[in-house]
């Protein structure tokens, strides 16, 4: 059973920075046909696409709202991928959850897309 799990969430001033993880188990995994992604919730709210890597565009993806703060990175050889959040402002404030799913290893947006789903860690900022 495919199980993945975060961590790096906390509470941080305003300006600050975490690095969220994320760890898959459960199979082996062809990276290079899975879609590997970061999306937050805040209370009251959707749940909001952040970013994405694409293998086949070898490409990273961000939400306009996040570009020039965070930057996302992997190491398949953990199975794992990272978020880094630098310049935390309020409106970072969420839950966080990473996800992955057998797509082709395009770059995928939409939650729909994904197949598996982090518990989610919790990121508070405050000012």
């Known amino acids: 059973q495919v199980q993945l799990v975060e961590s790096g969430g906390g509470l941080v001033q305003a300006g600050g920075s975490l690095r969220l993880s994320c760890t898959a188990s459960?199979?082996?995994f062809d990276w290079s046909r899975h879609s590997m992604g970061w999306f937050r919730q805040a209370p009251g709210k959707?749940?909001?696409?952040?970013?994405?890597?694409?293998?086949?565009?070898?490409?990273?993806y961000y939400a306009d709202s996040v570009k020039g703060r965070f930057a996302f990175s992997r190491d398949t050889a953990k199975n794992s991928w990272y978020l880094e959040m630098n310049n935390l402002v309020a409106e970072d404030a969420a839950v966080y959850y990473c996800a992955t799913g057998r797509n082709g290893g395009r770059y995928a947006l939409q939650a729909s897309e994904y197949t598996y789903w982090g518990q989610g860690t919790q990121v508070t900022v405050s000012s």
């Open positions: 959707d749940k909001e696409f952040v970013s994405a890597f694409s293998w086949v565009r070898d490409e990273v």
């Open positions: 459960g199979r082996t």
